[in-house]
Structure formats: structure tokens, C-alpha cells
């Protein structure tokens, strides 16, 4: 099971056999070379936010693979642009043929007026990871301590969603085996040092790991 991290808060996850593409900002991110050669066989969008939806549609277009959102989102966005949906919402849980991920609520705007935004926790390859999309901190995440996540996807980026401090009390919160942080340094406002992060994580007896846009791990 692999995780590469393409940038601001898109990963694509990979079993071996399918892929998994999360909030693909890849052209507005500096990288519209991902944009043309990624091939998923689904898209996860977490909120109606332009540096999430991203290239989104165009990706579905280009591959037919589905895209993953609220019902909200889809009838908002995606349907309108010809593209096909797989709508849920908050709480509930698809099962597609990598696996299943779960609509997990986030404390952050939609986007769009009445689309709600969301956070996915997948189960593939044998292994939960949590992306929390944009979010600030929350109690609601003590739940998630129940579910024994392998890999925790934060954002650490503050101004727009919780920062580094925040951050790293959702990981006391969720305790996952590893927390890989995102949404940083896209944009002036929302610079940080994520390689502070990890230590903080780690001296509070929490293991991190900073990826390099591009950069690939084996989970």
C-alpha cells in the first residue's frame, strides 16, 4: 500500500491494483503535469473550495473515474459539468472496489452555498487513513481515537484551517500510528514549518513524517 502526496491536500493512494485520488489542486498547485498523467479510479473531493475541487472534473473527464463528494457538492458542481458522482454525506459510508471510506464531518465551509464540507476516513489495502480535509479542531475527532488509524492526513496550514498547534492536538485527540501534515505553504498566508510539526508530534510521543510534493511511501 503506497501514499504519495502530490501537494496542498492532495494524495493519491495506491493498493496495487486501484488508485485513489484525494482533492486534486494540481494545476492551480504548480503542477498541471500531474493533472494530465494521474489515473484514479475514483476521486475523493472533500469541500466545494476551488483549491480542492481543482482539477477535478477534468481528471474525471479525462479518465471516467467517478468523483466521491457530498450529495450536495455533486448537485452543485460535478452533476451540472457532466460528470458522474458517487453522492454521500456526512456519516455515511461507500464501498467501492478499493475498499470503503466513511463521510467524516469537518468544522469549515462548503464552498458552495449548502454542501457541507467533509473529511473521508478509507479503509484499503488493509490499512485506515483519515484525510481531514479542511478543518479546525474539533472534539468530534475523540471518535476517531476509536477507529485504530494507521495515517492521519492534517492540515497544518492556520488563517484558512487549524495550524500547527491545533494540529497537534488533534493527533492527541485521534492517535493515529502516523501523521503526514498538509495544507501549507500554498500560499503566503498559510506558511509553516512542517518539519516543526512532525518534531512536536514526536516529542509528544506521536510519530509524523513530512512528504516533499512528489515523494511516495509504502504504508
Not at 457538492?73 to 455515511?92: H, R
Not at 488493509?126 to 481531514?132: E, L, S
Amino acid at each position: 500500500m503506497k501514499l504519495q502526496f502530490l501537494g496542498h491536500a492532495c494524495f493519491l493512494l495506491d493498493d496495487g491494483v486501484h488508485k485513489v485520488l484525494t482533492d486534486p489542486f494540481l494545476t492551480g498547485g504548480g503542477h498541471p503535469e500531474w493533472a494530465e498523467k494521474v489515473d484514479p479510479d475514483v476521486i475523493f473531493v472533500t469541500h466545494g473550495h476551488g483549491d480542492h475541487v481543482g482539477d477535478a472534473a477534468a481528471i474525471a473527464r479525462r479518465t471516467g473515474a467517478p468523483v466521491c463528494c457530498t450529495a450536495d457538492l455533486a448537485d452543485a458542481v460535478f452533476v451540472p459539468a457532466g460528470v458522474a458522482c458517487v453522492a454521500g454525506n456526512l456519516g455515511g459510508t461507500v464501498r467501492l472496489s478499493f475498499g470503503c471510506a466513511k463521510f467524516f464531518q469537518a468544522l469549515h465551509g462548503g464552498g458552495a452555498a449548502g454542501c457541507p464540507a467533509c473529511g473521508f476516513l478509507f479503509e484499503m489495502g488493509g490499512r485506515k487513513i483519515y484525510h481531514a480535509g479542511d478543518t479546525a479542531l474539533m472534539t468530534d475527532m475523540t471518535l476517531l481515537a476509536d477507529e485504530d488509524i494507521d495515517v492521519a492526513l492534517l492540515p497544518i496550514g492556520d488563517f484558512y484551517t487549524m495550524g500547527p498547534a491545533d494540529a497537534l492536538r488533534a493527533v492527541k485527540l485521534i492517535r493515529p500510528r502516523l501523521t503526514v501534515p498538509m495544507h501549507y505553504n500554498t500560499f503566503q498566508a498559510i506558511t509553516q514549518d512542517p518539519e516543526a510539526f512532525a518534531a512536536a508530534c514526536k516529542e509528544a510521543g506521536f510519530a509524523a513524517k513530512v512528504l516533499q510534493p512528489g515523494e511516495e511511501m509504502t504504508l
